[in-house]
Structure formats: C-alpha cells, structure tokens
C-alpha cells in the first residue's frame, strides 16, 4: 500500500516562493518516478514536474521550467517541489504522485496511479 501525504501549501503574493513536501511511505518504491501535479478551478489535472531517480530522469511542464525544481531525499521517502517567482495562474491544488514507470511518462499515459489528498496554493497578484 502507497500513502501519500502533502504539506507547504498557502498563500502568498506574485514574485513569492514555496516548497512543497510530500511524504512518502509503502512497498517497492525504489524504481518509480515521483511527480508534481495540479489542478487549478474549473480546470483538468496537469503535470507539473517528475523525477525518475534511477535513471537520472526529470520532466517538467513548459510553463514552470526554469521556476520550478523538484527533488528529494536519498530514500525517496520525502519528495518537494521547491517554487520561485510564483504567479496568479500557479493557483491550483497540488497534488504528489507516483508511477511505477520510472522514465516518468506523460503525465496523460495514466500510468500514475497513487495520489495524495492535495495542498492548495493561491498566489495573489
């Protein structure tokens, strides 16, 4: 069983910054691909960054490269998203995630399968 707890979230204003945590725990975790999601109102769900560690893979959406990192600890037990220069159109729930493909494929493929509950961050401009 894969548990997936996010925190971080809040408010903060345009140009702001925030990391976000999600904590890890469950079986066979050392070959996934740990990502970033979110959904903002009235809108779908979209990928925001991932991490397949064992292969050194990183993918991020077009429109947080450069802003946004993410990482985590050697035991894959803790993963973040470290943002910067954050902007009204950032405001969303965020959501961690895990696939068992660890080449973390498009965030479509829906081959990520373990979600947490979410952390909402809004950004007032």
């Known amino acids: 069983q894969v548990h997936l707890l996010e925190s971080g979230g809040g408010s903060v204003q345009a140009g702001g910054s925030l990391r976000l945590s999600c904590e890890v725990s469950?079986?066979?975790?050392?070959?996934?691909?740990l990502a970033w999601f979110r959904q903002a109102p009235g809108k779908g769900r979209e990928g925001v960054a991932g991490?397949?560690?064992?292969?050194?893979?990183?993918r991020y959406a077009d429109s947080v490269k450069g802003r946004f990192t993410i990482s985590r600890d050697n035991t894959n037990s803790i993963v973040w998203l470290h943002m910067t220069s954050l902007q009204p159109e950032d405001t969303a729930m965020y959501y961690c995630?895990?696939?068992?493909?660890?080449?973390?494929?498009?965030?479509?493929?829906?081959?990520?399968?373990?979600w947490g509950q979410g952390t909402q961050v809004t950004v007032s401009s």
């Open positions: 995630s895990i696939s068992r493909n660890d080449r973390c494929p498009e965030w479509q493929s829906g081959q990520y399968g373990y």
């Open positions: 469950g079986d066979s975790l050392s070959s996934v691909c």
């Open positions: 991490y397949g560690a064992r292969l050194g893979i990183t």
